[in-house]
């Protein structure tokens, strides 16, 4: 049976990681490479980047980051963070990574998701969805909006029936954030994940307000969510990525114990 | 040296990363002299059995492959390799190498538990020992992402079964051809003992 996969996500700008993550034990780091090499030591399911590098000339940093992180890390990674062409795409996989993400530039132009599918395969393609609860409206029938820009702008569109355009296109995989709870740490959004799960038939990685193991058990419970990310609860110390998974484990929730 | 098959399938650097990581000399090739003198094969690959059938005649490396095998060099398929040996695929429907009999057939979903691609870490239940699985634990996880698997006619050429939907065939074995459908160059540490113990492997298909 396929196991639930736990992800953490690590932020990156300029090569460097945006916070000092410390490990149990551990001085803080802010190299992603020795990072990302420790989760992996630690028994991560697949790695995530986001690039928030803000000048998309210094994108050749974040490109040589991922080579090295190739290197040390035998597990999947994905980028996501600035990619707005093929050739970002095509960059960020010949450097090693196995998927990248399209948010933003897939909103501004959803061609991009079909095309990357159409050029590297829809298992590389993840769509990235940032998303608000509102009102429910004519045009927002299931009451979520995507967002974009770190939550600042709604588009005006469904967030139901983007997920259902972006698998269409050819998305294999969605990570589905949620913008109210990212940051809580009080659980993820439960509703959110579940309307979105149960409705596409690609893996959904939920994302956004992970703060105890028992909020990954509640999303990753009855199959609401394919794989849970993972941030501050890991990267600050309070939690191993082998506590969640005991803990996981011992709720019944099948995941990778021997790596 | 070790061959990887180059054939424009996405996926080739990462087999190669590994190969590096594990001190052993590889290239990647899509040249046809090169694969049928090299000691040993891999031949991996994610994408779609039509362009990638397409792609590998184009070179006459299907050519390269078949000779490979009957000449008994140690052979690893990764992922779209190990569906490009059998007859047909039900993708594209494509003709494709016929090592092995059989087709591959896509996964149908069963329920809202089953997506497809199936993408994540399962198990393999082996039917027997084989050389490539020597010292990895049997509760040991592994890498997917594919959307169709391969079906072989001859079960004694299924080595190891996952179950996802239905039980698959995960692993295939058949002489000095071993053929995963998961990715061991991404299975952690497990997945990288298969790759180190393929670089010993002598080709034959059973454990003293």
């Known amino acids: 049976m396929l196991s639930k996969r736990i992800i953490p996500c690590l932020d990156v700008r300029d090569g460097r990681l945006t916070k000092g993550i410390k490990f149990k034990g551990n001085v803080d780091i802010g190299d992603p490479v020795e990072t990302a090499a420790q989760y992996y030591m630690e028994g991560a399911d697949e790695i995530v980047f986001y690039d928030i590098t803000a000048s998309h000339e210094r994108r050749d940093i974040m490109i040589e980051t991922v080579r090295k992180v190739a290197e040390k890390i035998f597990i999947p990674f994905s980028v996501g963070g600035g990619i707005r062409t093929i050739e970002d795409m095509r960059q960020v996989l010949l450097a090693g990574a196995e998927k990248v993400s399209v948010n933003s530039s897939a909103i501004r132009n959803p061609g991009i998701i079909s095309e990357g599918a159409e050029a590297f395969g829809r298992q590389c393609i993840v769509l990235g969805m940032d998303v608000k609860k509102v009102r429910v409206t004519d045009k927002i029938p299931s009451g979520y909006e995507m967002v974009i820009d770190g939550g600042r702008t709604y588009t005006g569109i469904d967030a139901l029936e983007w997920a259902r355009r972006g698998e269409a296109l050819g998305a294999g995989e969605i990570c589905l954030n949620s913008i109210d709870a990212d940051g809580t740490k009080d659980g993820y959004e439960l509703t959110l994940t579940g309307l979105i799960s149960s409705n596409v038939n690609i893996p959904v990685i939920a994302s956004g307000g992970a703060g105890t193991p028992e909020h990954l058990f509640d999303v990753l419970k009855d199959d609401k969510a394919d794989a849970a990310l993972i941030a501050s609860m890991t990267h600050y110390g309070s939690y191993t990525i082998k506590e969640i998974k005991s803990y996981l484990n011992s709720r019944g929730i099948k995941v990778r114990m021997n790596w | ?208």
């Open chain 2, 1 to 208: 040296m070790i061959a990887i098959i180059d054939y424009n399938a996405g996926n080739l650097t990462s087999v190669k990363r590994a190969m590096d990581y594990l001190g052993k000399d590889s290239v990647i090739t899509d040249d046809y002299s090169r694969i049928i003198n090299a000691e040993r094969i891999v031949f991996p690959g994610v994408g779609a059995a039509g362009k990638a059938m397409a792609d590998l005649k184009k070179r006459r490396l299907d050519q390269a492959i078949i000779e490979a095998f009957n000449t008994k060099k140690p052979i690893l398929g990764i992922c779209l390799g190990t569906q490009i040996i059998m007859e047909t695929s039900e993708e594209n429907d494509t003709k494709c190498l016929g090592i092995i009999k059989g087709k591959v057939i896509r996964f149908t979903r069963g329920s809202a538990r089953f997506k497809v691609p199936h993408m994540g870490w399962n198990t393999i239940a082996l039917k027997r020992n084989h050389p490539l699985f020597q010292g990895v634990d049997r509760d040991s996880e592994f890498y997917f992402v594919h959307s169709y698997c391969p079906a072989p006619e001859d079960p004694e050429k299924i080595l190891g079964e996952t179950d996802y939907i239905t039980r698959f065939a995960s692993v295939l074995a058949a002489g000095n051809l071993a053929a995963m459908q998961f990715h061991p160059e991404k299975s952690g540490a497990p997945g990288l003992k298969i790759l180190a113990n393929f670089c010993e492997w002598d080709g034959r298909d059973y454990v003293e």
